[in-house]
T-cell receptor, first 112, second 112 residues
Framework: KQEVTQIPAALSVPEGENLVLNCSFTDSAIYNLQWFRQDPGKGLTSLLL?????REQTSGRLNASLDKSSGRSTLYIAASQPGDSATYLCAVLNSGNTPLVFGKGTRLSVIA | DAGVTQSPTHLIKTRGQQVTLRCSPKSGHDTVSWYQQALGQGPQFIFQYYEEEERQRGNFPDRFSGHQFPNYSSELNVNALLLGDSALYLC???????????FGPGTRLTVT
């Protein structure tokens, strides 16, 4: 059974700092991995999707990497801004038509 | 192009009552998945509908049931509501069962 863990559970950083969020998963037979952003009480916004054959994806100030063999992914946020404050969720889709499995998220606060 | 829409936005029900939540998928998508997100947790998979049939189901009791219509929209029904059913219910649509999932804004259900 796939399990996804995100560390840390919460993070507070000053504006302008670069930061890394971590995601680990127990079953490396994944189809893809997604990073989502969730604002309080709102739905999920997909940030980056990495296919199992890829090593990383970039969008603006965000860079996500994937190391399938070690069961790890990182989300790097450059030059953080107060508007980046949100919960960031990692989700894994296993091969074999199984549902998305989510971590509990990392709650990020960027202080101006 | 409208994204995934859900209704209602918020709902308050009493223990023992029944509730129906609705989801319209993104244009061109044929698959709908439902998730339950308790406060401070990651979304948990409830079930997925494709071609008007339930294709996968998570670890939820039979009180949770669903339906998909010919236009691909979907309903989630919960009977005999419990306090523990209070959560944000998220709908996601995709093109086929392993496609990239796009999430709606969610329905906040409060059971008193």
């Amino acid at each position: 059974k796939q399990e996804v863990t995100q560390i840390p559970a919460a993070l507070s950083v000053p504006e302008g700092e670069n930061l890394v969020l971590n995601c680990s998963f127990t079953d490396s037979a994944i189809y893809n991995l997604q990073w989502f952003r969730q604002d309080p009480g709102k739905g999920l916004t997909s940030l980056l999707l990495i296919q199992s054959s890829q090593r990383e994806q970039t969008s603006g100030r965000l860079n996500a990497s994937l190391d399938k063999s070690s069961g790890r992914s990182t989300l790097y946020i450059a030059a953080s801004q107060p508007g980046d404050s949100a919960t960031y969720l990692c989700a894994v889709l296993n091969s074999g038509n199984t549902p998305l499995v989510f971590g509990k998220g990392t709650r990020l606060s960027v202080i101006a | 192009d409208a994204g995934v829409t859900q209704s209602p936005t918020h709902l308050i029900k009493t223990r023992g009552q029944q509730v129906t939540l609705r989801c319209s998928p993104k244009s061109g998508h044929d698959t709908v998945s439902w998730y339950q997100q308790a406060l401070g947790q990651g979304p948990q998979f409830i079930f997925q509908y494709y071609e008007e049939e339930e294709r996968q189901r998570g670890n939820f009791p039979d009180r949770f049931s669903g339906h998909q219509f010919p236009n691909y929209s979907s309903e989630l029904n919960v009977n005999a509501l419990l306090l523990g059913d209070s959560a944000l219910y998220l709908c996601a649509s995709s093109l086929n069962t392993i496609g990239h999932q796009y999430f709606g804004p969610g329905t906040r259900l409060t059971v008193t």
